[in-house]
């Protein structure tokens, strides 16, 4: 995996970068290079009962543990698009699967997938509308900058970004109308046919802070339980930049739910308190979390929901109640499941040998 880290994945180098960003971003759903399309908005912080909102499209399926809903339908294959649309609020259908031939329509920078959700416009202003007797939403989105990329694989194998959004107008839940006013995170990503994508866990945890900031969180990890990648992006809305820290990041669970077994018959345990910590040059960012127990299937093979959430930035320190939360552990045997030894056997496997001389 060192091969990506260092070598494939520029996404680094990118970030640290902003001159060499791309000025004009893609955005678009299957070619016949892409087989595989990731489009997102993620919003926080949202007033009680609601706290948060996604919307995440999957068009075509990725070759990996972590997007496999295979319990839906017989035969998975690159004619199926997955929409999850969900909020805090009790749902029962939150997943919506559609045949692309079929049920949906792509053209210029239109996502219409039947007569139910609808992604339109093109840069910096778009529209998300949902139309449902459950949950229904509509946002007009504007681009806000903050441009980081969590990958960006050479020879255009793949890459996935992330922008700050301005996204502000209605939602309606079983007939209640609720306002929508806050920063989103306005996600993209297209992959071509991968044999396997190794990502067996991952985790992302997006929190909107005063002035104007939000905070982004995210690991990934292999069968193994080795880090793939642990990285954070504080995006600054007034100061126009986002900074990476991809050294130093560290997630931690403290207290787990009881087991669940997901749709597709996988054994997985939530987390109910975890935190992260991240020590970077001059800044100390430290995140306390507690779930709020909303979790919600359909993101991949895993979940999303919110917690409450205690923050402090070189010393600052916030609260709040809207933390949205993604969370997916497709690996063999849970990690919570381990005893001591088998943990600190994992722990030497990563570990570098070093000689002392007497």
């Not at 678009?28 to 908005?41: D, E, N, R, V």
């Not at 926080?44 to 919307?55: G, K, R, S």
């Not at 989103?184 to 992302?204: D, K, Q, V, W």
Request: include cysteine; charged fraction near 20%.
């Amino acid at each position: 995996m060192q091969l990506f880290k260092g070598f494939l994945d520029q996404s680094k180098q990118l970030n640290q970068t902003p001159a060499k960003l791309p000025r004009r971003l893609p955005l678009h759903a299957q070619t016949a290079q892409y087989k595989s399309i990731l489009l997102g908005l993620k919003i926080p912080n949202l007033p009680a009962p609601l706290h948060y909102l996604n919307f995440i499209s999957v068009i075509g399926c990725p070759n990996a543990a972590i997007f496999d809903q295979k319990h839906y339908q017989t035969r998975f294959n690159r004619n199926t698009a997955t929409v999850m649309c969900s909020s805090s609020m009790h749902m029962a259908g939150q997943v919506s699967r559609y045949a692309v031939d079929s049920d949906c329509r792509f053209h210029n920078q239109t996502f219409q997938f039947l007569d139910r959700e609808s992604f339109s416009g093109q840069f910096p202003a778009f529209q998300l509308q949902r139309i449902d007797s459950e949950l229904s939403f509509n946002l007009n989105i504007k681009s806000a900058g903050g441009l980081c990329y969590y990958s960006k694989l050479r020879m255009g194998l793949a890459e996935y970004w992330s922008q700050l959004f301005e996204c502000s107008g209605t939602l309606n839940y079983k007939g209640q109308d609720y306002a929508v006013q806050q920063l989103g995170s306005l996600e993209f990503a297209r992959i071509m046919n991968f044999p396997f994508i190794p990502i067996a866990f991952y985790t992302a945890q997006i929190v909107n802070l005063s002035g104007q900031r939000q905070l982004i969180v995210m690991q990934t990890r292999d069968r193994l339980n080795r880090i793939l990648q642990s990285r954070a992006y504080l995006k600054d809305l007034q100061a126009h930049q986002v900074l990476m820290f991809d050294e130093g990041v560290h997630f931690q669970i403290h207290r787990l739910y009881p087991a669940v077994t997901a749709p597709n018959l996988r054994k997985m345990y939530l987390p109910r308190e975890f935190e992260w910590s991240i020590r970077s040059g001059h800044f100390t960012i430290h995140l306390q979390a507690q779930s709020r127990g909303d979790f919600k299937f359909g993101l991949g093979a895993g979940y999303a929901g919110s917690f409450s959430y205690q923050i402090s930035i070189n010393g600052i320190q916030e609260e709040g109640e809207g933390g949205y939360c993604e969370y997916i552990d497709c690996r063999p045997l849970n990690w919570q499941e381990k005893n001591k030894t088998e943990k600190l056997l994992d722990e030497l496997r990563d570990s570098v040998p070093i000689f002392l001389k007497k």
